[in-house]
Protein backbone atom coordinates (compact mmCIF):
# COMPACT_ATOMS: atom_id res chain seq x y z
CA UNK A 1 0.00 0.00 0.00
CA UNK A 2 1.33 3.70 -0.87
CA UNK A 3 1.62 5.90 1.61
CA UNK A 4 -0.69 8.44 1.69
CA UNK A 5 -0.09 11.88 0.46
CA UNK A 6 0.58 14.31 3.15
CA UNK A 7 -0.05 17.94 1.33
CA UNK A 8 -3.72 19.70 0.35
CA UNK A 9 -3.61 19.35 -3.33
CA UNK A 10 -5.46 22.32 -4.07
CA UNK A 11 -3.18 24.80 -1.85
CA UNK A 12 -0.09 23.06 -3.95
CA UNK A 13 -1.42 23.64 -7.23
CA UNK A 14 -2.00 27.35 -6.62
CA UNK A 15 1.34 27.41 -5.89
CA UNK A 16 2.42 26.15 -9.24
CA UNK A 17 0.02 28.65 -10.92
CA UNK A 18 1.43 31.10 -9.42
CA UNK A 19 4.90 29.87 -10.36
CA UNK A 20 4.20 29.55 -13.76
CA UNK A 21 1.77 32.25 -13.99
CA UNK A 22 4.81 34.33 -12.79
CA UNK A 23 7.57 32.54 -15.27
CA UNK A 24 6.02 31.49 -18.02
CA UNK A 25 5.92 27.86 -19.06
CA UNK A 26 9.30 27.75 -20.61
CA UNK A 27 11.06 29.53 -17.93
CA UNK A 28 9.82 27.68 -14.86
CA UNK A 29 12.11 24.76 -13.88
CA UNK A 30 11.01 21.61 -11.79
CA UNK A 31 12.80 23.28 -8.84
CA UNK A 32 11.46 26.47 -9.08
CA UNK A 33 8.03 24.35 -8.87
CA UNK A 34 8.95 22.19 -6.45
CA UNK A 35 10.24 24.61 -4.19
CA UNK A 36 7.30 27.10 -4.61
CA UNK A 37 5.17 23.73 -3.72
CA UNK A 38 7.06 22.69 -0.96
CA UNK A 39 7.57 19.25 -2.42
CA UNK A 40 10.49 17.23 -3.25
CA UNK A 41 11.46 16.76 -7.36
CA UNK A 42 10.42 13.07 -6.44
CA UNK A 43 6.78 14.15 -4.50
CA UNK A 44 5.72 16.39 -7.32
CA UNK A 45 6.70 13.90 -9.79
CA UNK A 46 4.32 11.51 -8.08
CA UNK A 47 1.86 13.33 -7.50
CA UNK A 48 1.41 15.56 -10.83
CA UNK A 49 3.39 13.72 -13.25
CA UNK A 50 6.13 15.87 -15.88
CA UNK A 51 6.29 19.63 -15.88
CA UNK A 52 3.37 19.34 -19.03
CA UNK A 53 1.34 17.42 -17.03
CA UNK A 54 1.48 19.95 -14.16
CA UNK A 55 0.76 22.72 -16.15
CA UNK A 56 -2.63 21.52 -17.94
CA UNK A 57 -3.76 20.79 -14.40
CA UNK A 58 -2.58 24.26 -13.07
CA UNK A 59 -4.02 25.73 -15.96
CA UNK A 60 -7.55 23.95 -16.40
CA UNK A 61 -7.67 25.13 -12.39
CA UNK A 62 -6.81 28.99 -13.16
CA UNK A 63 -9.80 28.36 -15.74
CA UNK A 64 -12.08 27.09 -13.13
CA UNK A 65 -11.94 29.59 -10.86
CA UNK A 66 -11.54 32.87 -12.41
CA UNK A 67 -13.19 32.72 -16.17
CA UNK A 68 -15.85 29.65 -15.15
CA UNK A 69 -16.32 31.35 -11.86
CA UNK A 70 -17.19 34.76 -13.42
CA UNK A 71 -19.39 33.41 -15.83
CA UNK A 72 -21.36 31.63 -12.59
CA UNK A 73 -21.54 34.53 -10.98
CA UNK A 74 -22.54 37.35 -13.84
CA UNK A 75 -24.24 35.29 -16.24
CA UNK A 76 -27.98 35.17 -16.28
CA UNK A 77 -27.76 36.60 -12.23
CA UNK A 78 -27.35 40.61 -13.91
CA UNK A 79 -29.05 42.35 -17.06
CA UNK A 80 -27.07 41.33 -20.03
CA UNK A 81 -25.61 44.70 -20.17
CA UNK A 82 -24.63 44.63 -16.73
CA UNK A 83 -23.26 41.23 -16.73
CA UNK A 84 -20.72 42.44 -19.55
CA UNK A 85 -19.96 45.68 -17.96
CA UNK A 86 -19.11 43.87 -14.60
CA UNK A 87 -16.94 41.34 -16.36
CA UNK A 88 -14.70 44.13 -17.66
CA UNK A 89 -14.65 46.04 -14.47
CA UNK A 90 -13.59 42.40 -12.51
CA UNK A 91 -10.91 42.21 -15.20
CA UNK A 92 -9.56 45.85 -14.78
CA UNK A 93 -9.33 45.91 -10.84
CA UNK A 94 -7.74 42.60 -11.22
CA UNK A 95 -4.90 44.04 -13.62
CA UNK A 96 -4.85 47.41 -11.37
CA UNK A 97 -4.31 45.07 -8.28
CA UNK A 98 -1.50 42.71 -10.11
CA UNK A 99 1.53 44.32 -9.32
CA UNK A 100 3.57 41.83 -10.77
CA UNK A 101 2.03 42.52 -13.74
CA UNK A 102 1.35 38.65 -14.61
CA UNK A 103 -1.73 38.80 -16.35
CA UNK A 104 -4.07 36.58 -17.17
CA UNK A 105 -2.60 33.21 -17.37
CA UNK A 106 -4.95 32.08 -20.06
CA UNK A 107 -4.02 34.83 -22.78
CA UNK A 108 0.33 34.45 -21.93
CA UNK A 109 -0.96 30.42 -22.62
CA UNK A 110 -2.44 31.33 -25.87
CA UNK A 111 0.62 33.74 -26.41
CA UNK A 112 3.61 31.49 -24.91
CA UNK A 113 2.37 27.77 -25.57
CA UNK A 114 -0.62 27.20 -27.35
CA UNK A 115 0.81 28.59 -31.01
CA UNK A 116 3.27 25.53 -30.84
CA UNK A 117 1.82 22.70 -29.15
CA UNK A 118 -1.60 21.48 -30.72
CA UNK A 119 -2.63 19.98 -27.30
CA UNK A 120 -2.88 23.38 -25.30
CA UNK A 121 -3.63 25.45 -28.88
CA UNK A 122 -7.06 22.85 -28.45
CA UNK A 123 -7.43 23.60 -24.49
CA UNK A 124 -6.56 27.52 -25.13
CA UNK A 125 -8.84 27.72 -28.65
CA UNK A 126 -11.51 25.96 -26.68
CA UNK A 127 -11.84 28.00 -23.63
CA UNK A 128 -10.96 31.15 -25.67
CA UNK A 129 -14.62 30.13 -27.36
CA UNK A 130 -16.14 30.11 -24.23
CA UNK A 131 -15.13 33.39 -23.66
CA UNK A 132 -16.27 35.14 -26.47
CA UNK A 133 -19.47 32.56 -26.25
CA UNK A 134 -20.18 34.35 -22.96
CA UNK A 135 -20.05 37.71 -24.60
CA UNK A 136 -22.45 36.52 -27.20
CA UNK A 137 -25.81 35.33 -25.15
CA UNK A 138 -25.49 38.13 -23.36
CA UNK A 139 -25.49 40.47 -26.23
CA UNK A 140 -28.44 38.11 -27.82
CA UNK A 141 -30.43 38.65 -24.57
CA UNK A 142 -30.02 42.34 -24.29
CA UNK A 143 -31.08 42.41 -28.07
CA UNK A 144 -33.98 40.28 -26.84
CA UNK A 145 -34.93 42.57 -24.11
CA UNK A 146 -34.45 45.56 -26.11
CA UNK A 147 -31.28 46.74 -23.96
CA UNK A 148 -28.58 46.07 -26.85
CA UNK A 149 -28.62 47.46 -30.17
CA UNK A 150 -29.53 45.07 -32.80
CA UNK A 151 -27.66 46.93 -35.41
CA UNK A 152 -24.90 44.56 -35.23
CA UNK A 153 -25.26 40.66 -35.18
CA UNK A 154 -25.02 39.06 -31.57
CA UNK A 155 -21.91 37.40 -33.45
CA UNK A 156 -19.80 40.23 -34.63
CA UNK A 157 -20.94 42.47 -31.21
CA UNK A 158 -19.41 39.06 -29.22
CA UNK A 159 -16.54 38.77 -31.34
CA UNK A 160 -15.56 42.57 -30.72
CA UNK A 161 -16.28 42.34 -27.13
CA UNK A 162 -13.98 39.40 -26.88
CA UNK A 163 -11.34 41.10 -28.89
CA UNK A 164 -11.36 44.21 -26.26
CA UNK A 165 -11.09 41.40 -23.54
CA UNK A 166 -8.09 39.96 -25.02
CA UNK A 167 -6.50 43.31 -25.88
CA UNK A 168 -7.35 44.47 -21.98
CA UNK A 169 -5.55 41.65 -20.72
CA UNK A 170 -2.26 42.27 -22.93
CA UNK A 171 -2.01 46.07 -22.79
CA UNK A 172 -2.60 45.54 -18.63
CA UNK A 173 0.60 43.69 -18.76
CA UNK A 174 2.46 46.64 -19.62
CA UNK A 175 0.18 49.79 -18.54
CA UNK A 176 -1.82 48.94 -15.92
CA UNK A 177 -3.26 52.21 -15.87
CA UNK A 178 -6.94 52.96 -15.11
CA UNK A 179 -7.90 55.25 -17.81
CA UNK A 180 -6.36 53.36 -20.65
CA UNK A 181 -8.06 50.36 -19.48
CA UNK A 182 -11.52 51.87 -18.78
CA UNK A 183 -10.95 53.86 -21.94
CA UNK A 184 -10.57 50.97 -23.90
CA UNK A 185 -13.46 48.92 -22.65
CA UNK A 186 -16.45 52.29 -23.04
CA UNK A 187 -16.58 52.88 -26.62
CA UNK A 188 -17.10 49.02 -26.94
CA UNK A 189 -20.03 49.28 -24.57
CA UNK A 190 -21.18 52.60 -25.78
CA UNK A 191 -21.42 50.51 -29.54
CA UNK A 192 -23.72 48.03 -27.79
CA UNK A 193 -26.37 50.74 -26.56
CA UNK A 194 -26.18 52.67 -29.96
CA UNK A 195 -29.21 52.74 -31.78
Known sequence: ?????EFD????????????????????SIRELADKMGLTGASLYNAFGDKRTLYRRALH?????????????LEGKLPPLQAISAF???IIERSLDDKQRKGCMLVNSALEIAPHDPEFRK??????GHIEAFFRRCVQAGQQDGTITT?????????????????????????PERALLEGMVRPALALLTLT
Open 1 to 5: MGRPR
Open 9 to 28: ETEVLVAAIDCFWERGYEAT
Open 61 to 73: HYIETSFADRVQR
Open 88 to 90: FSE
Open 123 to 128: IVTEVL
Open 151 to 175: SQSAADLGRLLFGVHVGLRVVARTR
